[in-house]
């Protein structure tokens, strides 16, 4: 038996054998295309926290919720307000521990003591350092049952207003 023998990061090697009736030039080349993806995947996981590209969530009033890449966030929201207002998420009934979200506060409408958010907010998740880190599923699942309870609608000349009371 032929066999193709590769080293892949570190201390990692990787061997094949081949049967002798193997085309060698077709598996070479596969084998070839397997150790780039290798050292491709390698470099990627090579990446910190803070240079990956978040996962954040998109939420309206009265809308689906999107989940996103934050830079995909960014240039799609960031046109469309000033996003200046950073609030952290808390709820004794959910576990929304390091939830945060940012909005633009030019779209809250104070009613007495009361705030609702009539534009969408950006939810995104912090670590113990502050740092963003990536929205897990838990964490996508607790800010939709959040925001539902805290969607309302308000009535005013007629019209229906969806906001999120904050």
């Given at each position: 038996m032929n066999s193709i023998h590769f080293h892949f990061n570190g201390d990692v090697n990787i061997n094949l054998s081949l049967?002798?009736?193997?085309?060698?030039?077709g598996y070479k080349k596969l084998v070839d295309s397997l150790e780039e993806y290798l050292h491709?995947?390698?470099e990627e996981a090579t990446v910190t926290e803070a240079e990956a590209d978040s996962i954040v969530m998109v939420m309206r009033p009265d809308k689906t919720p999107e989940v996103m890449q934050e830079t995909q966030c960014w240039d799609e929201i960031e046109s469309k307000g000033k996003?200046?207002?950073l609030e952290v998420v808390s709820d004794d009934a959910l576990d929304v521990a390091g939830l945060a979200i940012?909005?633009?506060g030019r779209?809250?409408?104070n009613l007495?003591?009361?705030r609702y958010l009539l534009g969408p907010v950006i939810v995104y998740k912090t670590d113990e350092d502050g740092d963003g880190v990536s929205l897990s599923?838990?964490?996508v699942i607790a800010a939709v049952v959040y925001f539902a309870?805290?969607?309302?609608?308000?009535?005013?000349d007629g019209k229906d207003f969806p906001a999120f009371h904050i």
């Open positions: 049967p002798d009736s193997a085309d060698r030039p491709d995947a390698a996003y200046d207002c940012v909005f633009d779209r809250v409408l007495g003591r009361e599923a838990e964490d309870d805290h969607t309302v609608t308000l009535y005013a």
